[in-house]
């Protein structure tokens, strides 16, 4: 026989299956994910567009924004080889591109040819592990060789490049498919981009690179430096509405929504301590509500007495230390029952928060915040 706080235990758990989330979840809006697409198709004009959703899509989820976006995109960019099988077992047939770092594990190599993957190229070994993949593959190899204009990670100094044109003409298996290179800071530096973009265009005159995919323009260099969209416009963080620069004034509208529920309500006298370390100390009688969620989960232990949470849509501060995978909150005079929504990030009624605003809370930027929400909370896609 149920106690009365089982009966209660049961019934919030009813309630969030009916919802179709548990207790916490990120919602991930279609509408909002094909207005951005809109308008950076626009602006892309006559180049085709890449959507970045390497890191799990930007921590939204990366085979649930594929499989919204793949209609509208003519590209998908991933991180790594896993990334872009989980594509092509998630059904998406558009071409993909590894863009940084792959195994040299030959049997992947052959299976990812075999699925016509293409790869970055930016050292003399992949020249050589991918012709001969290829050729177990009995297939050509799709390249993209990576071009070091001056960011200084990953790439081909642009010095080496005739060295790695004469290997790759020399290779039976290999179809050069592409050149491309990243900015340092197409947001804020404008000589030092321009300066970049004039070496990749005097690498991209050379005659290998004529039927080539030329593409450096990420999605704030799209919009700021018209010149840097050449073939492709490779759209990561604008693809999810949130904004590299304040110099970007297209229109966006955020993608992700991180929402839990209320697991207990209690009341404190003044006086009284919450959490770890005793860093908070009520001020006066105070209704506090715990919500499941916490820094394993991705929501920052920085944000510890310096947050705050949207509860009946008004803003609740985070009081005391984040934990593990609990976090507190102050909802004195505000309505809140055990079982109700609370959201981390995102909009309630009038009230938003957003991922800039919690970058700025604990010194980082937006794509952070959204990147390190856990990769296993559930991702729902509404409307």
């Avoid at 080496?160 to 990243?182: C, P, Q, T, V, Y």
């Avoid at 499941?292 to 008004?314: H, I, M, Q, T």
């Avoid at 976090?327 to 928060?353: C, F, H, K, N, S």
């Amino acid at each position: 026989m149920f106690t009365p706080h089982h009966k209660n235990i049961t019934s919030v758990w009813a309630r969030s299956q009916a919802s179709g989330a548990g207790t916490t979840w990120i919602e991930i809006s279609k509408s909002a994910l094909l207005f951005n697409i809109r308008q950076m198709r626009r602006i892309a004009g006559k180049a085709g567009l890449m959507a970045v959703v390497k890191a799990n899509a930007y921590g939204h989820g990366m085979v649930e924004v594929a499989g919204i976006v793949r209609g509208q995109v003519d590209w998908f960019g991933v991180a790594g080889l896993d990334e872009a099988l989980l594509l092509r077992k998630s059904r998406i047939r558009k071409p993909v591109l590894v863009l940084s770092y792959y195994e040299k594990d030959k049997t992947a190599l052959v299976f990812a040819i075999s699925r016509n993957i293409s790869f970055a190229v930016y050292t003399k070994l992949q020249i050589h592990l991918l012709d001969e993949a290829a050729r177990f593959a009995r297939r050509k190899a799709r390249i993209h060789l990576k071009i070091d204009t001056g960011t200084s990670r990953l790439g081909i100094p642009p010095g080496d490049l005739g060295d790695f044109l004469r290997l790759i003409r020399g290779a039976k298996h290999l179809e050069l498919e592409g050149m491309f290179s990243h900015f340092a800071d197409s947001e804020g530096d404008d000589k030092y981009t321009k300066k970049q973009l004039e070496i990749f265009k005097r690498a991209a005159d050379r005659p290998e690179f004529s039927k080539a995919l030329c593409h450096i323009a990420c999605s704030a260099a799209a919009i700021i430096y018209p010149k840097s969209r050449q073939d492709l416009v490779r759209i990561g963080i604008a693809l999810y509405g949130l904004y590299s620069s304040k110099k970007i004034r297209t229109p966006l509208k955020p993608v992700l929504s991180w929402k839990t529920r209320i697991i207990q309500i209690k009341e404190l006298p003044k006086g009284s301590y919450v959490g770890y370390g005793l860093s908070y100390k009520t001020k006066r009688n105070t209704t506090l509500a715990i919500l499941p969620v916490g820094y394993a989960d991705g929501y920052d232990r920085k944000f510890s007495n310096n947050a705050e949470v949207l509860v009946s849509g008004r803003r609740c501060r985070v009081v005391g230390r984040v934990c593990m995978n609990l976090t507190m909150i102050d909802v004195t005079g505000v309505p809140a029952r055990v079982g109700q929504e609370a959201v981390l990030l995102g909009r309630q009624g009038r009230a938003e928060i957003t991922a800039d605003e919690l970058g700025k809370r604990v010194g980082t930027i937006n794509y952070e915040i959204v990147t390190r929400i856990n990769w296993s909370l559930p991702r729902y896609v509404k409307a």
